[in-house]
């Protein structure tokens, strides 16, 4: 009896898996099927010209920006999970905050802050936009760092430090290895999305390979040899994955479940001092000033009557900019979830199939929102929907692009998160008879909600800035904020994109904010 | 041009058309019923890669006709390949493009109707719209030399010059990325050789150029002092001297002696599968008519139709000869001038 249901239900558990996979990485496998004609002519005169170059350029990049993420997104993780000082709570809300501000319109607002220090010449530099990106990327690494520390055990830390482990022996032996995995996981988004950059690398004129895989379409119309190369680049994004894979593996330790959770040390006078400053700089850098850039721009339009030039005005676009925001979150982080659930402990080939579903993330913004069209239309075609309804310009449509470009942030904040979840509770519901499905809703949802909550906010703030998927695909007259903003941004009307970019960075600190209460409220819960 | 054909890989995507609806089914609740259009009559649905005060000029159009305009914005290639895929599906009647190797690509690619209207062909100039008018220049743009009126004296006088040693370091040019960087290159290698376009190319990635990926912002460059040369669109100038008739720059036509200014167009077309075709040429005939000065106007360019007198910012600069012969040759040109402007290492 019993084997045999354990079968069935493993059928079950494969059939998810490769029905979602296959659901949101269609549109990108779509493409890669021009490589069945490989465009060698465009490859080699690539090679001789500009491939080199964008390699090396993008590798350097890549290294320098995740490097940097993780250190800053580390460090004030554990500034703000082990010290209590003044403004803690706002503070590590206010770090996540960078978040919300979209690349391209943080990327310009850096090249013309930044310009005024080093010159118009000297602002184009691959150092100066390894910053740009590093001060708004680091809150990937900062958040899921933040909840690894906020899991890691009191007792462990205790034990650390009366086997004579300072503070800081403390930290790199025993909760920077703990924390391994989630802090991984941060910087795997900080390089898919490094990857995938093209508004930021393309203002400080540094020419990565998403940027060729625009310069080889937009300038040649030759859609099949881009995807070529994007796909390649793809392959490049799975392979670190593969990478960050075999550095969480052996960082699979979690609190037992009765040891209680990691209490902040209340700092001397002096410690609040250096906590404080360090907390401002970065604030200041990555917040502060662009937000304040931001509202002078603003202001600067509504005195020359230029701010609200579109149609239907900023509660238009800023309820459809919500109205997107929340089914997209919602569908991505309940498929991304089952998804999380499904792949854990089925081995390693789930998970590797599971790996193929963030193939949207690991490509240029510009080609996924094709292959959607594509996928789209193909369903479109076949005239299978009621009413000759289609799906290309549809709300539907839309939000299942959206769910292809973004699902890889839900499934791998929750995979990372499930990994921490103590396995001996996971294994005694089972041998006590739980179904798997049981097990996951009491035990393993639960256990992982700090991820998930987590997960959630990033997928929030992602929606909510995306640009060209929302572009090709939104229905008639459903414009958003960003797309507001790209109107004015590509005609070089700046202050005319800062009323819109404003809401949207708002609205995106008010999501993280409101999650991070959530995340606080939980962790009170457990302790 | 395009080996990438979307409707060969059948058995593929029929499968994932089946996964993709069972997976709809499952969570496709959040969303509603929408826009899959009103029935045809007076409506006409615009794809535009041009979206610099449109809003105002199809307003116009529907005030005048009656006839409701419905457009989606956003970039030229992304719009045509959404256009390739949807085939006879499409609800775009017309597509509209911001300059012409984009609207030539989707000639290229069979998408585009041939449209017998006697208005549409005494309007616009025959170099200005296809050979099988399968699409229309609706506005030219013509991409100049711009110098400092504070620092320079001797302007250059063709592209050629641009590339002369003594604007080393001074030089601000728009990078290879952008379309009218290739389309400027595509239109020298149909007016002086593909050797010789390749020589003015390389003197001018040998001035090191800076390149800014905005014809505004080199503008304004040139303000700051940090270019006193540069190659930009005629009409950013005509929009910053609307807002401050003292902006310091001045405009040299190049090419007077020889071919003439390189132009460029915007252009607009009615689409193979239109649904609303009548509404389409209807349209189409107002923008090249009618609305030409309106058009235009929005974007202080040049209008398609020589006899419509320019915005009044735009005669101030004085008549020109522009590079009408090459219009058409601008897509067909495109990939080799990429492929010119890879080999020299133009950023």
């Known amino acids: 009896m019993r084997p045999m249901r354990l079968k069935l239900g493993d059928m079950f558990g494969w059939a998810t898996i490769l029905g979602i996979v296959a659901l949101v990485a269609s549109p990108v496998l779509v493409l890669a099927w021009s490589w069945r004609d490989p465009s060698g002519d465009v490859w080699a005169e690539l090679w001789r010209t500009r491939l080199p170059g964008m390699i090396s350029t993008t590798a350097i990049l890549l290294i320098a920006v995740v490097g940097g993420t993780v250190v800053l997104g580390t460090s004030l993780a554990w500034l703000v999970s082990a010290f209590h000082f003044p403004g803690r709570r706002v503070v590590g809300w206010l770090l996540v905050t960078p978040l919300a501000i979209p690349g391209y319109i943080g990327g310009f607002v850096w090249l013309d802050t930044l310009s005024n220090v080093v010159g118009a010449r000297g602002v184009r530099s691959l150092w100066l936009c390894a910053l740009v990106l590093i001060v708004s990327l680091y809150p990937y690494v900062f958040l899921f760092a933040r909840a690894a520390f906020a899991d890691q055990g009191a007792d462990t830390l205790a034990a650390a430090r009366s086997l004579g482990l300072g503070s800081w022996g403390a930290f790199f032996q025993v909760s920077l290895p703990m924390a391994r995995p989630a802090i ?50 793809t392959g490049a994004a799975l392979l670190l994955i593969a990478c960050e894979r075999l550095l969480r593996r052996g960082g699979r330790q979690s609190r037992a479940s009765a040891e209680k959770v990691m209490s902040p040390r209340t700092l001397t006078v002096f410690g609040n001092a250096v906590v404080l400053s360090v907390v401002v700089v970065v604030l200041t850098i990555a917040v502060v000033i662009p937000v304040a850039r931001l509202i002078n721009w603003s202001i600067e339009s509504n005195r020359a009557g230029t701010a609200l030039t579109v149609a239907g005005g900023i509660r238009h676009h800023a309820g459809n900019t919500l109205m997107l925001m929340a089914a997209a979150t919602v569908t991505a982080i309940v498929i991304g979830t089952i998804l999380a659930l499904v792949v854990a402990h089925r081995g390693r080939l789930a998970r590797l199939a599971g790996r193929v579903s963030t193939v949207g993330y690991a490509m240029p913004g510009p080609v996924v929102a094709v292959g959607a069209v594509v996928m789209l239309a193909a369903v479109d075609r076949r005239d ?21 470009r973004f699902i890889a942030v839900g499934y791998q904040g929750v995979e990372a998160s499930l990994e921490r979840v103590p396995q001996p509770a996971v294994e005694s519901a089972r041998v006590l008879g739980a179904g798997r499905m049981r097990t996951a809703f009491t035990i393993e949802v639960p256990a992982a909600r700090f991820g998930i909550l987590a997960a959630t906010a990033l997928l929030a703030v992602d929606i909510t800035k995306e640009l060209p998927i929302t572009l090709l695909l939104r229905p008639f007259g459903v414009d958003t904020l960003s797309v507001w903003v790209w109107q004015a941004t590509s005609e070089s009307l700046w202050a005319q994109a800062a009323v819109p970019s404003l ?25 | 041009m395009s080996k990438f054909n979307f409707r060969s890989s059948k058995i593929g995507t029929s499968l994932i058309a089946a996964t993709l609806l069972v997976g709809l089914a499952a969570c496709g609740s959040s969303s509603e019923d929408s826009s899959t259009g009103e029935e045809s009559g007076g409506q006409v649905t615009v794809y535009t890669g041009r979206h610099y005060g449109i809003e105002t000029v199809f307003d116009e159009f529907t005030a005048e006709t009656g006839i409701e305009v419905r457009f989606t914005t956003g970039s030229d290639p992304e719009l045509r390949a959404r256009l390739e895929a949807e085939g006879e599906n499409t609800p775009a009647d017309i597509i509209m493009t911001a300059d012409a190797a984009n609207i030539a690509l989707s000639a290229e690619a069979g998408l585009l109707a041939s449209i017998d209207s006697d208005v549409l062909t005494e309007a616009i100039p025959e170099d200005l719209r296809a050979a099988d008018n399968s699409w229309f220049a609706l506005s030219r743009r013509l991409r100049v030399i711009m110098t400092s009126s504070e620092r320079v004296t001797d302007a250059p006088q063709t592209y050629a010059e641009v590339g002369d040693p003594k604007w080393k370091g001074k030089l601000c040019l728009r990078p290879s990325t952008h379309p009218y960087t290739q389309s400027l290159v595509a239109g020298l290698i149909n007016t002086l050789g593909e050797d010789d376009t390749r020589t003015i190319v390389d003197s001018w990635v040998a001035n090191d150029p800076l390149y800014i990926n905005s014809d505004t912002d080199i503008l304004k460059a040139i303000q700051a002092g940090d270019c006193d040369v540069a190659l930009a669109n005629s009409y950013y100038l005509g929009r910053l001297l609307s807002d401050d008739a003292e902006f310091p720059v001045n405009l040299t036509w190049p090419e007077q002696a020889g071919a003439g200014a390189h132009l460029n167009i915007s252009a607009a077309a009615v689409t193979a599968n239109a649904p609303n075709r009548s509404a389409a040429v209807a ?65």
């Open chain 1, 184 to 233: 991984a996981a941060g910087a795997a988004l900080v390089a898919m999305e490094t990857l995938t950059d093209i508004g930021t690398v393309r203002l400080f004129n540094v020419s990565t390979l998403s940027d060729g895989v625009m310069r080889v379409w937009f300038g040649t119309g030759d859609l099949g040899a881009a995807t070529e190369l994007a796909s390649a680049l």
């Open chain 1, 384 to 404: 299978v929907l009621p009413d000759s309804f289609l799906l290309v310009g549809s709300v539907i449509g839309l939000v299942y692009a959206l769910v292809v």
């Open chain 2, 283 to 347: 349209l189409l005939e107002w923008l090249a008519t009618k609305g030409q000065k309106s058009f235009s106007d929005a974007n202080n360019e040049f209008p398609a139709d020589p006899r419509v007198e320019p915005k009044a910012v735009l005669v101030g600069f004085g008549t020109f000869t522009a590079d009408t012969k090459s219009v058409r040759e601008l897509g067909r040109l495109n990939p080799q001038a990429v492929e010119l402007l890879s080999a020299a290492g133009y950023e």
């Open chain 1, 503 to 527: 809401v949207m960075v708002f609205m995106g600190m008010f999501s993280v904010g409101l999650l991070l209460v959530a995340l606080e409220r939980g962790a009170e819960l457990v302790s």
